[in-house]
């Protein structure tokens, strides 16, 4: 009752609309605590959760590598390239705002969907000493910001990405989103095809900073 109780409450508040000027990052509001029965068992992760409230998928993921911080903080801000790491990514059209503000107009079809999906991201970026933190919530489909109409949108779409630097050699690379898909689907169904998704993404990302960090092959006169 009292884990329920907590529940409650962080749903309300992670449900409200964030304040006018709010950044994305600290609209994101606080991570439920995740129960023991949202545990994805496999030897990739550090940790690995799926969790199913109210209709809402809350995923965390964390993996410590062995990576230069600054070649990993480069394969996250090359935004218009993400479909090479996330198939499901059918497009993706970049319009930078500030220097740490940009949105990203999606139109996304993960395998197991018969729709693509398209909507708009506002994501957030920060790079501070030994750690870096890319934030996204996806705008509202009345939002003057919007770059194209919206089509089989979730109804719910926000999360974060954090690399953190170890020490001199190790990076903890940590994933965390909210998403209610448009149409509903059982819990045990998400959690069977989405899980090793997941797991895809990090090889990804992980596979195109060590590409970066070898350097351009020597090419033969």
């Known amino acids: 009752m009292r884990r ?5 409450i962080v749903m309300t508040t992670l449900l409200l609309p964030p304040p ?10 606080s991570r439920p605590q995740f129960g023991s029965d949202s545990v994805i068992e496999n030897d990739y992760f550090d940790r690995y959760n799926i969790e199913n409230i109210h209709g809402s998928y809350y995923i965390a993921a964390t993996r410590t590598e062995t990576l230069d911080l600054a070649v990993l903080i480069a394969v996250f801000d090359d935004f218009a390239n993400w479909s090479d ?3 499901a990514y059918k497009s993706i059209e970049v319009r930078p705002l500030t220097t740490t503000l940009l949105l ?9 969907s018969p729709f693509t999906s398209k ?8 790079n501070e000493e030994h750690i870096y933190r890319q934030c996204w919530r996806q705008l509202d489909e ?3 910001d919007v770059i194209e109409p919206y089509q089989n949108e979730p ?3 926000r999360g974060s990405w954090q690399v953190q630097r170890i020490d001199s050699q190790r990076v903890r690379i940590d994933y965390y989103s909210v998403i209610k898909p448009p149409i509903p689907l059982p819990a045990w169904l998400y959690r069977f095809v989405v899980r090793n998704s997941y797991v895809d993404t990090f090889e990804r990302i992980i596979a ?8 351009p092959r020597a090419t033969k006169p």
């Open 155 to 157: 109804l719910e779409n």
């Open 85 to 87: 790491i996330s198939p």
């Open 4 to 8: 329920l109780t907590y529940l409650s």
């Open 20 to 29: 006018s000027g709010a950044d994305v990052c600290q609209s994101l509001g």
């Open 142 to 144: 009345a939002d003057e």
């Open 104 to 112: 990203t107009g999606i139109r996304f079809r993960p395998s197991f």
């Open 208 to 215: 195109k900073a060590n590409e970066i960090q070898r350097g």
């Open 119 to 126: 909507f708009t991201n506002r994501i957030e970026v920060s």
